[in-house]
T-cell receptor, first 113, second 112 residues
Framework: DSGVTQTPKHLITATGQRVTLRCSPR?????VYWYQQSLDQGLQFLIH???????AKGNILERFSAQQFPDLHSELNLSSLELGDSALYFC????????????FGQGTRLTVV | GQQLNQSPQSMFIQEGEDVSMNCTSS?????WLWYKQDPGEGPVLLIA?????ELTSNGRLTAQFGITRKDSFLNISASIPSDVGIYFC????????????FGTGTRLKVLA
């Protein structure tokens, strides 16, 4: 158990819908990172928050947004969902702003039908 | 998105054999990471490398940061069935970004 909690574990939704994925970082970690992993692909970095502020953006679509709350948990919002958005979405957390020692959650498997 | 070239894509080996895999990039990186991902789980960091030429071990695993800073290698000695999984490399460019670029993974299957 990495200490990073992601909910829900599985999510099935229809095209055009909006979903929210939640991540609770390890106790004491200030950074949260979101990644997308499509079938048989590596991880694509989406976005990084540090202590409530956005620090870096990767290949995140405009239909996607994220935020980190004062209690440091983070949410990833995916809207106007398309079939191609089906993927595993991982959250990772680290103590500092450098994610070299980041710990990953178990992921949320999103299926868009 | 940008990805590293990781090879081989998959490999079957006999238990007890040594395994080698590598990652190459057209860009210079200042950090290389190696992760293992088991089915249904998130990636787990195995080894982190910070300097060109650095050789670091973690049990039966040894990784090296290539001299050119454009590649990295992971070796697993005397493989065992629980080594099964997907191994990912990740690199961080020298541009000061905290974004890591991940390889496409090497899927390892160990035959008992």
């Amino acid at each position: 158990d990495s200490g990073v909690t992601q909910t829900p574990k599985h999510l099935i939704t229809a095209t055009g819908q909006r979903v929210t994925l939640r991540c609770s970082p390890r106790s004491g970690d200030l950074s949260v990172y979101w990644y997308q992993q499509s079938l048989d692909q590596g991880l694509q970095f989406l976005i990084h928050y540090y202590n409530g502020e956005e620090r870096a953006k990767g290949n995140i679509l405009e239909r996607f947004s994220a935020q980190q709350f004062p209690d440091l948990h983070s949410e990833l919002n995916l809207s106007s969902l398309e079939l191609g958005d089906s993927a595993l979405y991982f959250c990772a957390s680290s103590v500092g702003a450098d994610n070299t020692e980041a710990f990953f959650g178990q992921g949320t498997r999103l299926t868009v039908v | 998105g940008q990805q590293l070239n990781q090879s081989p894509q998959s490999m079957f080996i006999q238990e007890g054999e040594d395994v080698s895999m590598n990652c190459t990039s057209s860009s210079i990186f200042n950090t290389w990471l190696w992760y293992k991902q088991d089915p249904g789980e998130g990636p787990v960091l195995l080894i982190a490398l910070y300097k060109a030429g650095e050789l670091t071990s973690n049990g039966r695993l040894t990784a090296q940061f290539g001299i050119t800073r454009k590649d990295s290698f992971l070796n697993i000695s005397a493989s065992i069935p629980s080594d099964v999984g997907i191994y990912f490399c990740a690199g961080r460019p020298t541009s000061g970004t905290y974004k890591y670029i991940f390889g496409t993974g090497t899927r390892l299957k160990v035959l008992a």
